[in-house]
Every structure is written in C-alpha cells, then in structure tokens.
C-alpha cells in the first residue's frame, strides 16, 4: 500500500549517515491526491496520537525540516539492521498490528537513540487499503485495543515528556518541553558560500544546534532560497517564509509565546522587526550588530567631508545607540567595538563574540607553494571591498608584478560590480562568485592572501579564513581591527609601497612564509573555535534569562521603525 518516489530511500540513508544519534528513521507520507497524511506522529499524554499534519499542504514550512519526533507510521521507516534485531524487532504483545511502530519508537528512545523524521523521503500511502478504516471490525479493532496496551506500557513516561491532547502543538511536534527555543532573526536565508555575514550566522546557528536547543529562523524577507534554505532544514531548522505567512508579526502572533531567547541580527533587521517581537514575545533579545555600521561608515575615504555620507553616519548611529537601548545585550565581534558601545550607552550588557567557527587545522607543516599566486577575497556587496580590489590592482598589483613577473592575482568574490569585473588582464583574473570546493582549492595553490581595505569595521572573515587556510595574510591596520596580538604575526601597511613589498617578501623567503603560515594558523585555532563560539553563545544568553523569567516588555503602540534613508 505504499509508493517510493524518487529519492525516497536515499534520503533516509543519507540522514543516518549526518546523524550518529538516529536509531529509526521516517519519511513524510502523503495521500494519491498529494495532500499531506503524515509529517512524523505526535504521542499526547494520554497515548492518543495525531498524524500532525494531515490532511494539509506538504509543502508548509513546519512539514519540511528535520527533526525529533514521537513516532513514526510503520509505513516507512528504516533502522540499521543490526539494531533492529538488537530491538528484537516488533513486540508481538501487538499482534497483530497497530502501536507496534510507536512501541519501537519509545523503546529505541529508552535505549538512547533518537528518532527522526526526514521530509526529503516522500512516499504514498494509500491509507486502509490493507485493513480497512473502520476500528469496529477486522483487525482494525486492534487499534483501540493496542492504544491501550501502549499506555499503559508506556504510562510514566508519557506523564513525564508528553503533553495533553492538542496542547502546544509547537512543543509537541519537536520534543521540545525540555529544550530551549531560539529564535534567530536575519535579513535572508544564509548564503555562507556568498558572504561572510551569512557564515558567522550559520556558525551561530551550529553552535545553538550543539548545545541543544531548538532554532527556529525567520528571515525578514519571509523569502525560500532554493538551495540554502533546505541547507537550514537538513540540520533541524525550521525556515518561515512566504506565502505561507504574509508577514514576521503572522509567525509570531502564532508562535512567538513559545520563544525562549532571541538572536537579532543588523541594524536594519532589527528596526523592522523589533516592535513586533516585543509584541508578542517574552523572550530576551540579543542584537548582534556584525559590526558597527556607523563607524565603519565613518572610516570610509573622505565620508568627513561628505555632506550627505556624514549625514547618513550620524542618522546610523542614532539608529544603533536606539537599538542597543531596545535589547536585553549587545554582542559585537571584537573588544574594540564593545568598548565603544560601553563608552556610548554606559551600563548596557555588551559582549565580545567570535565571529566565525572554524575546523581544527590539519595537522602537520603546509610546504610553501612554488608558484607565486595571491590571492584576494571578499564579497562585493560590502563596498570596503570594491575600493580594497580597486586599489590592489591599480597601484599595488604594478608593484609587485615589477619584482615578481610570474606572479598571478586571482580575485574572488560575489556580485562583482562592472568596475571589479573590469580589473581583469593579463595576470590577474576575477571569478565572481565560487563554490566552496572552488575557493578551497584557490587557498590551496595561493602563496600570500592580500587584504587591502582602507575602510570597515569588525572581524574580517577574508583575514582568518586566509590564516586559517596557512596563506600568510598581508592587510593593513583596518585589515586586523578585532584581532588582539595579532601585529606581530601579520605582516601591515598602509600603502601601496609597503603591501607590495611585503607581499614580495613572502613570495621569495620560503622561511619567512612557513614562520608567518604556521604562526597565523595557530592563532586561528586558539581564538576561532566552535567550542569558543558555543561557550560564548550561552554565557550571553546566561546572562539575560534571568531577567527575563516571567516578564514581558510591552512597547508603546506608537512605536515606529527609524527609516534608513
């Protein structure tokens, strides 16, 4: 009574293999007329269950990502053969049928296994032809009876971990009642391949997955971005966007009650979307700025002595000074901008955070490559790189190629403007956007990392990726801002005369390059960690939870968002 579509058991086998954890497996079940029968099963405290979602559209958000559930219908599930046997298989206490898919599920739990519900494995289900739909006659009748068995089986824990019939719904469909919500907040879906914002968003979310908790994302676009968004709902998160909710406010009036803790990311984001939030949540907010906006406006080329970047510089910072007052904390990439903050808007909670998780190093020394290749990255949606590509290949690319004729600049970032796209000559080539595979392999052949910015603010992902990567980085003073100890391993300067004279010393000392490589590398591991992002996720959210316990702030019904211009 079942049909596989395409992908169906792949996906299942795909999911054991991202999760260790996993002792059964299930797939999403949907009716001959496409409508949704099952998105995994939820147990309610009195050992009725609900096929949650049945009957509604498969494609809904809340139906298609991964995660814990009660059970799920024997339909289609898969386990390891080895521990199904290791189960004993099916209780026969169930003969001849019904609840021995939930009993397994509840026993596998027992044992310590996690049981998943995987929405990429789509199968139909042509729902009683085997037994029928009537629990008066046939075996069907075994549905009450074996119901009864399973409670009264299962008794103390569905007490314990299990809510009364349909309350909670949220809870209960995740297995939640003992973990905490989070609710992370952007501009868009991530895009880690395309900027480094979008990377420190899904360490973020990766560090919160760690430490248990249950995310949620909604970005302020309320837009599905093929590709990355079934990225998020792969790992566990539920995405909320259109046309299932016609706004942010819709998701929260719904489900905002249930959110534990609040991660607000950017200026802009968070004027839109802090009103609402206060509206309908309890929950504590963290803001995390990226970096700050108004100051690093503030250092862009002549923005002084421009009337109307000044003018945008002082409306920036009004807006920020604003949001900080708004919010439970603040957190920042660096010391330096934490300090400023605490200077501005003295006693708010301000906290320093890394800004990136990366992977432990291989280990073991990297050979300097032989060929002379630099390399330059960034994505070009943040102006401070279009200047920084500008002037590398205008005034100290020239200098380089005079002492070095062989060598070769690769230039590597998204949306490249016509003005990137136009550097592009004999020894130098602009890629635009690549994938990570792509870039990888351009860190593997490149010699040195040159990071020219003139102006910014935070922690720059090109500078640790490129250190991370054993690629000695050759920046300038805006180049290493948030990176403390950092200026005696990085080679600085502030003009062209000196980054091409220190990127030629790189090219041509092979001891030199293995002292800055390994050097750089070690201070990556050191301060960029997943454990270091994770422990300060929580101590920031530790720090708030207690204020927040049974409170809720109410904002003034005239409030209205500070318009960017």
């Known amino acids: 009574d079942t049909e596989l579509l395409p992908g169906a058991v792949d996906t299942l086998v795909d999911l054991f293999d991202a999760r260790p954890d996993a002792g059964m497996i299930g797939s999403k079940l949907i009716y001959p007329d496409g409508r949704l029968q099952e998105a995994g099963g939820i147990m309610w405290r009195d050992a009725s269950a609900w096929n949650y979602g049945n009957r509604s559209d498969p494609q809904r958000p809340e139906f298609n990502y991964v995660r814990e559930v009660d059970y799920i219908s024997g339909a289609a599930i898969m386990l390891p053969r080895a521990l199904w046997e290791k189960m004993g298989g099916f ?17 596998l739990r027992a ?16 729902e009683g032809i085997t037994h029928g739909t009537d629990t008066n006659q046939g075996v069907k009748v075994h549905q009450v009876v074996n119901t009864q068995r399973l409670r009264e089986r299962w008794q103390e824990t569905l007490e314990r ?11 209960a469909r995740d297995r939640s009642l003992a973990r905490r919500l989070t609710l992370v907040v952007d501009h868009y879906v991530p895009e880690p391949d395309r900027d480094a914002g979008s990377r420190t968003m899904l360490a973020f979310m990766d560090a919160l997955l760690a430490t248990g908790r249950l995310v949620k994302f909604l970005p302020s676009n309320l837009t599905r971005s093929p590709g990355y968004t079934e990225a998020l709902e792969a790992r566990g998160i539920e995405v909320i966007y259109r046309p299932w909710y016609e706004s942010a406010e819709a998701w929260l009036r719904q489900y905002g009650a249930e959110v534990d803790e609040i991660l607000l990311s950017r200026p802009s984001v ?25 100051a690093r406006m503030a250092s862009e080329p002549g923005a002084q002595k421009n009337p109307v970047k000044s003018a945008a510089i002082a409306k920036m910072e009004v807006l920020e000074r604003r949001i900080w007052r708004m919010v439970d904390i603040v957190l920042y990439p660096s010391e330096e901008e934490v300090k400023r903050v605490r200077q501005l808007a003295p006693g708010k909670r301000a906290r320093s955070i890394p800004a990136y998780a990366l992977p432990p190093a291989p280990p073991g020394p990297k050979p300097a490559p032989d060929t002379p290749n630099l390399l330059f990255v960034g994505s070009f949606r943040h102006p401070p790189n279009v200047d920084a590509a500008i002037w590398l290949v205008r005034e100290i690319w020239p200098l380089i190629r005079r002492n070095h004729t062989a060598a070769q600049l690769t230039i590597i970032g998204s949306n490249p403007p016509l ?3 136009a550097l592009a000559q004999p020894g130098v080539e602009v890629r635009g956007h690549v994938t990570d595979q792509d870039l990888a392999t351009a860190y593997r052949k490149a010699r040195v990392a040159l990071c020219p910015l ?23 003073g805006i180049g290493i801002q948030g990176l403390p100890s950092i200026d005696t391993l990085v080679d600085i300067a502030e ?22 490589a390994k050097a750089q590398q070690n201070y990556v591991s050191a301060h960029f960690s997943p454990e270091a992002m994770r422990t300060a996720l929580v101590e920031a959210f530790d720090a708030i939870a207690s204020q927040a316990e049974g409170l809720k702030i109410h904002v003034k019904s005239n409030y209205q968002p500070y318009k960017i211009a």
Not at 162 to 170: K, M
Not at 284 to 291: E, L, N, R, S
Not at 495 to 516: E, F, I, K, T, V
């Open 111 to 126: 044992a310590g296994w996690k049981v998943l519900y995987q929405p990429r494995s789509v199968v139909i289900h042509h």
């Open 91 to 107: 209780d026969e206490h169930f003969l001849p049928a019904y609840c021995e898919d939930s009993d397994l599920a509840f026993r």
């Open 495 to 516: 003009d062209a005369s000196g980054l091409a004279l220190a990127a030629c010393q790189l090219l041509a000392d092979d001891g030199l390059w293995q002292q800055r």
């Open 454 to 476: 003139r102006s910014g603010a935070g922690v720059k992902l090109k500078v640790v990726e490129a250190m991370h990567n054993a690629v000695p980085v050759v920046t300038t």
């Open 270 to 294: 968070a004027n839109e979307l802090l009103a609402p939030l206060r509206r309908h949540c309890r929950a504590p907010i963290a803001f995390y700025g990226h970096d700050l906006h108004f």
């Open 419 to 421: 003005d990137v796209l």
């Open 161 to 171: 971990e299990h809510l009364p019939n349909g309350e909670r719904v949220l809870r």
